[in-house]
Every structure is written in structure tokens, then in C-alpha cells.
């Protein structure tokens, strides 16, 4: 468990609109999605354009973060930062995503956190370091597991695509 | 076992699946838009290194339709239908819908009209209102590119999760000047924006029975707007109806309901007798009350068309509002034909030139200005009421703009007014 900063604190229902604008989404490439995220909160998208934002740093949310359309660019372009979420839930396409191209992301009922607050982000815990509180971290199924063991989705179908055709 | 229960069992070779059992369903239709970009890349790097050929399993269920940003926005958007263009001649993909006036239009249209989606399917697209196909008793969800190149190279989509169900049943008669958009606000705004999140939404109940297969993929189409994986309506007799006169499938077609002891996570029941017209309210969905509590409050632009309401008789209730009126001076009235034949019968039906005349801007069949991508934009502090399915802060492309969602009927009475109407009390006919 590492202790993480706290570089954006927001509340319920972010959708993906504010991730990651639809006017971008002609941008596709993982490697050219990450300049775009959370756009039209540009100073916080400035800080991360210029590098000012370490990896591994926390976005905290609350209820249904990532909520909205199925865009995988929501996910690439955090990615692209190794941002971690650590929100209360998440909507299930997002979360998906995220486990398919392995963004780093934890469930925590109830967790709360302003910027500038140091977390330590565990699989079974969360505990805001400067506030002292404790939050437990919801487990992801066995079956979304073994995606994020195989490297991701890419990977994990590649293995069975390989297993199929050994089979013959 | 409740329907997608059903359905789920029998693509995954079981007799039967419960709550949480984690399965591999046989893909059905898999359903791409203009992402299928984004798709194409991630299914070459599947294959990569594995000295493999890179093809689909079954060119026959892909299905790719261009309706995000038609005609193309920017030489990006352009140059990225161009390779998905070459990637569906190079593997003969039939169910391939580019922008044209005759077969084109928006994805969750174009699969239902052409007959695509059928009763007891496994629908996957990578949009999340593919809930909309669960209209037709299909079970239908939205995945990430990732997934759907996963699905491409195997046929199967990996690790779905058997989702619990609620059962909603819906009872009453709509009253005059209301709908399936109001039924399906209403329902969000009382689950919450994550009320459904994981579950289905299976829809019974007479006033579902009684409504036709243009309804019911409205009532789907926002299913996940309570964050639910699908909403799906077992097929019946006017399934079988759409299917035949509408989709034109001559082939037999066998309805899929849940068994008489199906489970369910819980009930909930709507009467419709006496229900307003509802509106979300920015900047999120669940934000509903009925229209009368925001009644007044001026509008700069109205939209009617998308997935979610841009069918024929969505067309016709805004037509019979707006014939031989006018839209306010200070209002600009936008309608987006949800596809080309909807286009054709709309223009047939005189329903295009009563809104022309009327003052709206009728464009091309897609997706507008839904998504923010394209056409459409707003101004700095400016007012847009939508018949579209969602209105998060910056969603039609201006975050400085407020996004109100409302059924057809009450986008054309504001439009009369200039700003937000019940169509109960003005403009109404």
C-alpha cells in the first residue's frame, strides 16, 4: 500500500462528457487520447499537460463516476496519466474499461477526500492518511480479476485465441 | 429464470444460469459506429505476434453504422471512416451502413429497422444506448472498444456477469400529450442515475402491452440512463408485428418470456393514468419533475430527433403541434430524422414541410447534435430542450450551456412559446 496524493476531489455522477468531451472523440489512439483529459476543467488539464501531476496521484469521486457514454477514450486518457480513481461506485461500462486496459481504480463506500490529502490506496482498504479515516475497498469479482492478471484485455484474449487454435 | 436469464443460458450452452454466475455468451449482432476506428486497432493488436490472420469470427453478425458525426465534421473524423470503409471491404462486411439518404441513420435505429436484432438474441454495441435493442426482447448492452475487438477475434463476449433483475410493470392508459419519453424520465428520476447499475430492467404491464415497438425502444434506449446494463421488453405479439410489417423478417420468429417462477431482485409498478409531462432538469438525467415545476423559462434552441425520440411518430405529435404555427422568434427548432427511411416517410407524410414551414431546420439522419461533436452548438449561458437522452454539464458540446430533456410533445409546445410548455396547456391539439 502506497501513499498517493490527492490532486482532484469531485462529487456524484461524473460522466464521461466531463472525463473526456464528445468534441474530442475523433481522437482515438490511447497515445494521443491523454492531452484531452477532463478538458473543460482546464486548470486542472493544464496541470497535467504540463507534467505537474505524478503518476499514481488520486482522483477522489463519489457515486457513479464515469457514468455516460461507452467512449473508451475516458479511460485511455487517465490511463495515459496512470491516474487512480478511488470512487464510492462506478458506472458499469466505465468500470469495465477500466479493468480491459488496466486503469488502476478502487471502490470505497463512503470515501472522503480534498485535494491535497495523502491516501494510501490498498485492495481491501483505503485510509486518508491526513484525515486519519478509514474506508474499506469493495473487492473486484474473480472474473474481472483475471483480466487485469493477464495485462489486460488485449492480452487475455490473445491467450485464449492461441489456446483455441492449439486445441485443433 | 427471468428473460435475459433465459437468454444468457441458452447462448452459453446451459440449462439454466443464476445471479452472478459469470458466463460466455455467443455473440448474436455486434454493433459498431464510427469507434469501430478505435475497435479495428485494438482487434490488429489482439493478433499481433500470433502469426494468426486478423478476421472476424463472423463478418455476417458484424454490423458497423456511421451516425455519430455525418456528413464527417473533420479530416480526422473523415479520415477515420475512410479506414473503417477499407476494413469493411476487406471483410465483406454486409450489415455496413454508410452516410446515405436511402440506408443510413442512427445505429439504434438501422439495426431494428433492417431486422437485425431479433427476440432472444445477445446484442452488443459499442455505445451504451444499445439497451434500446432490448425493445425487441433481445438482450442488449453497451461495451468498450477493447471488448468489442475482444469479441470480434472470439465470438464470445469474456466474463459477463448474470445481472439481477427488476421488474417493472406498468400500468394505466398514457394520457393525452404524454409518452414513453415521460414513462422512462419519470422511471429515472425515481431509480436514481445508479439505481439500476448491474441489473436489467424488464418491462411489463398493459400500458407496455399497448405500446408500439417505436415506444418501447425509447423506454430501452434510457434504461441506462438509470445506469442499468439493459432494458429489455419480452417480445409479443407486436414484436412479432414490427418484425414482420416494419423490419421485414419473413422467417418464423420465437418470442423468449421469463418462466413463471423467474426472480426477481425487486418490483417496481408505475400507473400511468395520471402522470405529467416530465423533464430533466441539468445537469443530470434523474433530475426529473414534471414540466409544469419549470414551465416558462426560455429556451434558445430545441431539438428534436436522436436514438432516443427521432422516429416517425415522434415526427408526426411535433408535426401536428407545429403545423401552420410558428416557432418563437428568439427560438431556433432543430429535427434530426433518426434514418433515412424515417426521412422518407416523414417527407411523405407532410410532416416535413409542416415543420420547415413552421420555422425548424430539418438535417440530415444521425446524431446532430446529441453528443456535442458536430452541429448544433450552443452559446455561453444559453437554454437547449431536447427530445435527446442525456444533459450533463457540457454534453452538447458548451459547458457553459444548461440541457433540459423532454418528450417530442413538449418540445414543439415550447417551441411555439419560445420557452419551456406543458403541451397539456398550450399548443396542444
Redesign the interface.
Same mark, same amino acid.
Given at each position: 500500500m502506497s501513499a498517493a496524493t490527492v490532486v482532484l476531489a469531485l462529487g456524484d455522477d461524473v460522466s464521461t462528457d466531463v472525463i473526456y468531451p464528445g468534441r474530442y472523440m475523433a481522437t482515438v489512439l490511447p497515445s494521443e487520447t491523454p492531452q484531452y483529459a477532463f478538458a473543460d476543467l482546464g486548470a486542472f488539464n493544464a496541470r497535467l499537460k504540463a507534467g505537474a501531476v505524478p503518476a499514481g496521484s488520486v482522483v477522489v469521486a463519489g457515486k457513479n463516476f464515469g457514468c455516460g457514454s461507452s467512449r473508451e477514450q475516458a479511460v485511455s486518457t487517465l490511463k495515459g496519466h496512470e491516474l487512480v480513481i478511488v470512487a464510492e461506485s462506478f458506472a458499469r461500462i466505465f468500470l469495465q474499461n477500466a479493468i480491459n486496459l488496466g486503469l488502476r481504480l478502487v471502490e470505497a463506500r463512503g470515501v472522503a477526500a480534498a485535494e491535497g490529502d495523502e491516501l494510501a490506496v490498498g485492495a481491501t482498504e483505503v485510509v486518508n492518511l491526513t484525515s486519519g479515516r478509514r474506508f474499506p475497498a469493495t473487492p473486484l469479482p474473480a472474473a474481472r480479476q483475471a483480466i487485469i492478471d493477464a495485462g489486460g484485455l488485449i492480452a487475455y484474449t490473445r491467450r485464449r485465441l492461441l489456446a483455441r487454435v492449439e486445441r485443433r | 429464470m427471468t428473460v435475459v436469464q433465459r437468454i444468457l443460458a441458452r447462448a452459453s450452452g446451459r440449462a439454466s444460469v443464476a445471479v452472478g454466475d459469470?458466463v460466455e455468451p455467443a455473440v448474436d449482432l455486434a454493433m459498431s459506429h464510427? /469507434?469501430a476506428?478505435?475497435v479495428i486497432?485494438?482487434f490488429r493488436? %489482439?493478433?499481433?505476434d +500470433?502469426g494468426?490472420e486478423a478476421r472476424p469470427w463472423d463478418p455476417s453478425r458484424l454490423a458497423i453504422i456511421f451516425d455519430?458525426?455525418v456528413p464527417a @465534421?473533420?479530416p $480526422? +473524423?473523415a479520415t477515420?471512416q475512410k479506414r473503417v470503409r477499407e476494413f469493411v471491404a476487406a471483410h465483406g462486411i454486409a450489415k455496413f451502413h454508410d452516410i446515405r439518404g436511402d440506408r443510413g441513420g442512427i445505429c439504434h435505429q438501422i439495426l431494428p429497422e433492417n431486422g437485425y436484432v431479433r427476440p432472444g438474441a445477445v446484442v452488443v454495441? +459499442?455505445?451504451?444506448h #444499445?439497451t434500446s435493442h432490448g425493445a425487441l426482447g433481445a438482450f442488449a448492452f453497451? %461495451?468498450? *472498444?477493447? @471488448?468489442m *475487438?475482444?469479441v470480434w *477475434?472470439?465470438g464470445y463476449a469474456? /466474463?459477463v456477469?448474470v445481472p439481477a433483475t427488476i421488474k417493472v410493470t406498468v400500468s394505466g392508459a398514457m394520457p393525452p400529450m404524454v409518452g414513453p419519453k415521460d414513462l422512462i424520465l419519470y422511471l429515472v428520476g425515481k431509480l436514481g *442515475?445508479?439505481g439500476a +447499475?448491474?441489473r436489467v430492467l424488464e418491462f411489463h404491464g398493459p400500458a407496455i402491452r399497448a405500446m408500439p415497438t417505436s415506444g418501447r425502444l425509447t423506454l430501452c434506449n434510457m434504461a441506462v440512463e438509470a445506469?442499468a #446494463?439493459s432494458g429489455i421488453v419480452p417480445a409479443d405479439a407486436e414484436t412479432l408485428r414490427y418484425l414482420k410489417e416494419e423490419a421485414g423478417v419473413g422467417e418464423a420468429v420465437e418470442p423468449v418470456g421469463p418462466d413463471a417462477d423467474a426472480v426477481y431482485e425487486r418490483a417496481v409498478d408505475v400507473d400511468v393514468s395520471a402522470l405529467a409531462p416530465q423533464i430533466a432538469c441539468p445537469h443530470?438525467v434523474d433530475n426529473v419533475r414534471p414540466v409544469g415545476e419549470v414551465a416558462g423559462r426560455h429556451v434558445d434552441q430545441i431539438v428534436i430527433g436522436s436514438c432516443t425520440n427521432g422516429r416517425l411518430d415522434d415526427l408526426a405529435v411535433a408535426a401536428r403541434i407545429l403545423k401552420g404555427r410558428k416557432v418563437a422568434a428568439d427560438t431556433r427548432m432543430l429535427v434530426f430524422p433518426a434514418s433515412g427511411r424515417i426521412y422518407r416517410q416523414a417527407l411523405a407524410a407532410g410532416y416535413v414541410a409542416d415543420l420547415v414551414e413552421a420555422g425548424a431546420v430539418v438535417m440530415n439522419a444521425g446524431c446532430g447534435p446529441c453528443?456535442?461533436?458536430h452541429e448544433g452548438a450552443l452559446g455561453d449561458g444559453e437554454v437547449a430542450l431536447s427530445t435527446t437522452n442525456?444533459n450533463? $454539464?457540457?454534453?452538447m458540446?458548451n459547458?457553459a450551456s444548461d440541457g433540459y430533456l423532454c418528450s417530442p410533445a413538449v418540445a414543439a409546445a415550447s417551441a411555439l412559446a419560445g420557452v419551456i410548455t406543458d403541451p397539456r396547456a398550450e399548443g396542444g391539439r
Open positions: - | 459469470v464510427e /469507434n476506428a478505435l486497432n485494438q493488436e %489482439i493478433f499481433r +500470433t494468426l455519430h458525426r @465534421e473533420s $480526422k +473524423t477515420n454495441g +459499442t455505445d451504451s #444499445t453497451g %461495451i468498450g *472498444a477493447t @471488448e *475487438a475482444s *477475434a472470439l469474456v /466474463n456477469e *442515475a445508479a +447499475t448491474f445506469g #446494463t443530470t453528443l456535442g461533436v442525456r450533463f $454539464k457540457g454534453r458540446g459547458p
